[in-house]
């Protein structure tokens, strides 16, 4: 699935990162050249996660833009060890499961 797509190390830049835009619009289905906007707009969001125990020293970069999820994991130098794409569409979105329980607070009628 990801066949194709440039692997071009992530920048580690003053406690952040930055990704090749030509990458992960490959990985996205997007123009690299319109990742900015997207991402200004926020439809295109993002979440990083820090590797623990036999994963420490590692990062999960995902990214999401409408119904397609990609993934690059990469160590403390930004060296992408590798890369996924879920398409979202094709088996369906996650099930959301409140975190706790939902009390009904709509008015009783007595």
């Known amino acids: 699935m990801t ?3 440039p692997i ?7 406690g952040g990162f930055v990704i ?4 992960l619009g490959a990985l996205l289905d997007v ?3 319109d990742i900015p906007a997207l991402m200004r707009a926020r439809a295109i969001t993002s979440l ?8 420490q020293g590692a ?7 409408r119904q397609r999820q990609a993934q690059v994991h990469i160590d403390a130098s930004g060296r992408v060890l590798r890369r996924s794409v879920i398409d979202l569409d094709r088996q369906g979105p996650p099930e959301a499961q409140p975190a706790f329980p939902v009390k009904d607070a709509s008015p009783t009628i007595g």
């Open 8 to 14: 071009v190390p992530v920048e580690v830049a003053d």
């Open 31 to 33: 123009a690299p050249a």
């Open 3 to 5: 066949a194709g797509v």
């Open 20 to 23: 090749d835009a030509g990458m």
């Open 48 to 55: 990083c996660e820090r590797g623990l125990d036999a994963d």
């Open 59 to 65: 990062f999960r970069l995902s990214f999401f833009h």
